[in-house]
DNA sequence: CTGAAAGCGCTAACAT
DNA sequence: ATGTTAGCGCTTTCAG
């Protein structure tokens, strides 16, 4: 049996309340004491009980990320995971265990009701990915402590937070505008793309505000495959008039882009620059290197897990909000 | 505060004892207290306290992930997540929970020996990143629970797999050789890349017994850039004789190398074909489409699930070895 | 400043 | 077949 809190108070002769209170740093504790509380612990190699602890605290300082996973999602979601380790990092700083759960959606509402109902965990970091109008409906009447990562696309009472996809795009169309591009195009994926569409959005905003002028061949949805990006880019390339830039929804778009641009002999960044989002390796390694506006998921898991555990201490806080942190790292596809 | 045991005792007419063992399942228990009991647990919503039963069962049915992850482990190690998710899902299924742990070296051995001793969790999988001839001995004098994911480079005592990359190198080989082609060179890491010098074996195994010769600028090794796999071909072909195929250690090299043979317009696979490791996203989008030795990761993360809840149950199970399932896929970049 | 004692909710001997 | 009871290791009043 390992060494307890019993063993540390008759070593150090005094009560088990003592040695409790020297580990919470009571006040009320002389020196002395405190010190040679310590140093016993320290001989014996105590730990306490973190069961225990869990048990009469009432809490397991485990919080869950619930998303689904299946396989490719290391090679194909790479975001995620930068966001999760950067919700391990903050929860493991607040003290807190971090647990993962894969499930479909499916499944969720029975394993969340069922985690917290045995109080298993303490709370729950939910990826939008699994969220249903059920489970919305769960969280609030039984007051779940969580938060979902990503905009429900339906009415909900969740606590949510995402990227700021449009403030992203503002970013890199006033990047552009701020170098000296007077004209730009953007290749985005389709419809039902939120992060493009969000994209886009903040791109016209800005270029609005700007007053320039966007012929419509400027403007090209499609799927997001890098051929994609070629066809599309030699779409706007067929116009009347050339842009000086293009913003690129995405990586692969960028990649097919780049691509096109170059099979037409025409000189990146000199006559016409090219931006994207999102910091992957594949930026770096492509052919000029690529401009991007990064959004910092590391920070934003860092961010949802210190959100996490101020819901659990304020169950009525509610946030819904779109937080980002968006930076442009200049490289050679842009002047 | 919830309903406990007690609660349930009471309404049920019962002693909390008698509650405990119909939920247990206990054969002395007649029928009819059986029902009501399970009724009353049913009518007042009752859960068992997860914690209380942690606390008294001294174990949590879950176990540790530890590893090194730091910003852009997500981009930069898709690998890593990909066994994870392979290992959630099987420790899922088998009723354990997955707790992942970022740590660096030297705090690993701290963490895993308070984990054990505080009961925190069942058992640890530990990424070889983080491994020391310290925790070693930890382990194996306590008699922890482990298993580790990755060849340790020093003398220990840990149960271990890892992916056989020698065996993945034979496999491309074989395969170039098969489809026709007779000579093949290898551009790969440094001598401290491990995987890499792995694969190389691999790959001289297979030629060595067909009896194919290799000029000694046929092997090259170097950083694991795109530069660095540009340059290494180059080399190549700069010697006498130009080889029939290329084997790249890594996609970044091997990305290198197709663009070095496409500057100097060899026909990619005609001319020479080229043959890689593991199937990146990356793989996929260039062009040619590389033909790739994939290994997959996810099926051994299962794997390393599954072991170490046997481990957990059979304490002296020892394990170190390799496993694997490479298989070649065929894309453009081969004939 | 320190200690005694009462739980937390459950399991598992041990009685009955 | 069922109930009594003694913990598990810790936190936290409440006295001293």
């Known amino acids: 049996m390992s060494v307890t809190i019993k063993d540390v108070a008759r070593q150090a002769n005094t009560s088990i309340a003592t040695v409790s209170k020297v580990m919470h740093g009571s006040y009320s504790i002389s020196k002395e004491t405190a010190d040679r509380v310590n140093q016993v612990m320290e001989e014996l190699g105590y730990h306490p009980n973190q069961r225990a602890r869990n048990f009469v605290s009432k809490s397991n300082k485990t919080i869950a990320f619930v998303t689904d996973i299946d396989k490719e999602a290391g090679f194909k979601n790479p975001h995620m995971f930068e966001m999760m380790c ?108 939120k992060i493009s569409m969000h994209r886009l959005e903040g791109v016209l905003s800005i270029l609005n505000e700007h007053d320039v002028l966007i012929p419509s061949n400027y403007l090209q949805y499609g799927n997001s495959g890098v051929e994609d990006g070629y066809a599309m880019t030699l779409q706007i390339l067929k116009g009347a008039s050339r842009p000086e830039a293009i913003i690129c929804a995405n990586n692969y778009l960028a990649y097919g882009c780049v691509k096109a641009l170059q099979d037409k002999k025409i000189k990146i ?22 401009t991007v506006v990064n959004i910092d998921v590391y920070d934003m898991g860092q961010e949802a897990g210190s959100m996490i555990v101020q819901k659990i201490k304020k169950p009525n806080l509610h946030i819904q909000s779109y937080i980002t942190y968006p930076q442009v790292i200049v490289r050679e596809s842009t002047k």
Chains 1, 2 share one sequence.
């Open 86 to 193: 950067g919700m391990e990092a903050m929860l493991s700083q607040k003290g807190y265990g971090f647990l993962v759960k894969g499930l479909t959606k499916s499944d969720v509402c029975d394993y969340v009701k069922n985690a917290f109902e045995t109080k298993y965990v303490d709370g729950f970091v939910i990826h939008a990915s699994v969220i249903t109008p059920q489970l919305s409906d769960l969280v609030s009447s039984k007051g779940i402590p969580h938060l979902v990562i990503g905009v429900p696309s339906f009415d909900n009472n969740f606590c949510w937070i995402d990227a700021d996809n449009k403030h992203a795009g503002q970013v890199a169309a006033k990047h552009l505008l701020t170098v000296g591009y007077r004209t730009v195009a953007f290749i985005g994926g389709t419809d039902e793309d």
């Open 269 to 290: 960044p000199e006559e016409i620059g090219v931006i994207t989002f999102d910091d992957y390796p594949f930026s770096q390694i492509l052919n000029p290197k690529l």
